[in-house]
């Protein structure tokens, strides 16, 4: 009898360890969704696209898989936020605060984010094709040269980015 009740509590365990530990929060995405701030939330993998917010505090929230495609969050603070994998195509992010965030491998295809602040964004694998950047603030040379853009991507003077 100990054997069978040892046996079905290391299952148990087994089984609760392999669940994933930050799967999304429905509430607090549709609080978002409704306009509200959500700093520190988990947004995992969140339908935004379409969102019409502007000045949301958005700060360390976990946005990584969210899909932002043409919403419109004008003033927003993304400011630590995971936003690994993020789809946000034809986005509007004018004067965001994308400072310390996380963009490895996110998707700005057509966006606009002029005078946005990236101080301290990894921008890793980050597909900028077609965004408007000109009046964005904190963009490095070596930063751009982890992203990539097309002949359309419009950056700062003096700044460039690898071809996707």
Known sequence: MKAILTLTLAAVLTAATALPAWAQNAAQIARVRGGASC?????????FSGLEARGLNLSGARLRQADLSLAVMNRTRFSNTDMRDVEAYGGV????????????????????????????????????????????????????????????????????????
């Open 39 to 47: 700093p520190g939330c988990n947004l995992f993998q969140g339908d």
């Open 93 to 164: 992010f004018s004067s965001a605060n994308f400072a310390g965030a996380n963009m490895t491998n996110a998707s700005f295809v057509g966006a606009y984010l002029d005078g946005a602040a990236f101080p301290g964004a990894t921008l890793t694998g980050a597909n900028f094709s077609g965004a408007s950047l000109q009046r964005a603030t904190g963009l490095t040379q070596g930063r751009l040269n982890q992203a990539c853009g097309d002949e359309a991507t419009r950056l700062p003077r003096g700044l460039s980015i690898p071809h996707c």
